[in-house]
């Protein structure tokens, strides 16, 4: 069975750095496209960056301070997230498609699996 187990959330000041963490089991990930969503208290869940191979995709709030990777060996993903601001409070999930396939990055319905979800908030 697949599961995404998501660590690496926490409490911290703005400015501050943080490194999330998902590790995949029950299949392998490689040239699959991964993605990290969060969505903050009363917003829409929405995509933070997508990784397929060697492409990235970042929206464009976090561009410059976020930074998705993957370890394949260890078939985790991460996000590094730097210069942290209060409006990136938010819970943060990874997702996964089930297929190499498809056209990158794919919208939010076309991800399979998720995790559950790591709370990350800033403050002033």
């Known amino acids: 069975q697949v599961q995404l187990v998501e660590s690496g959330g926490g409490f911290l000041q703005a400015g501050g750095s943080l490194r999330l963490s998902c590790a995949a089991s029950g299949s392998t990930f490689s040239n699959n496209a991964m993605a990290w969503f969060r969505q903050a208290p009363g917003k829409e869940r929405e995509i933070v960056a997508a990784i397929k191979w060697s492409s990235t995709y970042y929206t464009g709030s976090v561009k410059g301070r976020f930074t998705i990777s993957r370890d394949d060996a260890k078939n985790t993903l991460y996000l590094q997230m730097n210069s942290l601001k209060p409006e990136d409070t938010a819970v943060y999930y990874c997702?996964?498609?089930?297929?190499?396939?498809?056209?990158?990055?794919?919208?939010?319905?076309?991800?399979?699996?998720w995790g559950q979800g790591t709370q990350v908030t800033v403050s002033s």
């Open positions: 997702a996964a498609r089930r297929t190499t396939a498809g056209y990158f990055p794919p919208g939010a319905r076309e991800y399979d699996y």
